[in-house]
Nanobody, 121 residues
Framework: QLQLVESGGDLAQPGGSLTLSCALS????????MGWFRQAPGKEREGVSC????????YYIDSVKGRFTIDRDDAKNTVYLRMTDLKPEDTGVYYC??????????????WGQGTQVTVSA
């Protein structure tokens, strides 16, 4: 079966770091663009970063540029979101997804269940 499983969400202090992982099964990472999205309570799901199978580097929304890095390990069928200098506004449920080269959640059809990231002092 096609599955994406996120892990690594936790409580972090402002300025701290977390790394999220997304493990894929049932399909190969190298066939898809991978996206990371987040959703705060009462808000729309927001695209954070994405990276295609032939991209040398990822793409990011302005609010996380210089702080977050998306990494693909095709051999391990895993994608990561390395987050540094965390801010309270980074709080939310983070989802990984597989789909086309897009930042729009509506364009993705394969989703993980999400992992909670809370940034608070």
């Amino acid at each position: 079966q096609l599955q994406l499983v996120e892990s690594g969400g936790d409580l972090a202090q402002p300025g701290g770091s977390l790394t999220l992982s997304c493990a894929l099964s049932g399909f190969t990472l190298d066939a898809y663009t991978m996206g990371w999205f987040r959703q705060a309570p009462g808000k729309e799901r927001e695209g954070v970063s994405c990276m295609g199978p032939t991209d040398d580097s990822g793409y990011y929304i302005d609010s996380v540029k210089g702080r977050f890095t998306i990494d693909r390990d095709d051999a391990k069928n895993t994608v990561y979101l390395r987050m540094t200098d965390l801010k309270p506004e980074d709080t939310g449920v983070y989802y990984c997804a597989a789909g086309p080269p897009s930042f729009s959640a509506t364009d993705y059809s394969l989703w993980g269940q999400g992992t909670q990231v809370t940034v608070s002092a």
